[in-house]
């Protein structure tokens, strides 16, 4: 069993920040009560979201979409924006 803490096996990365960012993010860190790692993780996965399940399924659509002989992709299309179409009305 390894003696690190969760937080030690996660990945690492070092960055060089101009004069003043570092406590502007201590600040806006403070401001939000939490500490200067969560605040820099809120933001950057903010910018970098992780690939949704819809992003996925999508794209495996597409896929198929695009195996299909080009005369049937037009009507393949339209019933895939009218499925979402109606998936997006049920969503409160």
């Given at each position: 069993m390894s003696d690190l803490s969760p937080s030690q096996l996660l990945d690492k990365i070092i960055i060089r920040v101009p004069d003043g960012l570092r406590d502007r993010i201590k600040r806006?860190?403070?401001?939000?009560?939490?500490?200067?790692?969560a605040e820099l993780l809120i933001l950057l996965d903010k910018t970098y979201p992780a690939t949704s399940v819809i992003d996925a399924y999508i794209q495996?659509?597409?896929?198929?979409?695009?195996?299909?002989?080009?005369?049937?992709?037009?009507?393949?299309?339209?019933?895939?924006?009218?499925?979402?179409?109606?998936?997006?009305?049920?969503?409160?």
């Open positions: 806006a860190a403070d401001a939000n009560g939490r500490s200067m790692n495996e659509i597409a896929d198929v979409v695009k195996g299909l002989p080009v005369e049937n992709r037009d009507d393949a299309w339209r019933e895939v924006f009218d499925r979402l179409e109606t998936v997006r009305k049920e969503i409160p």
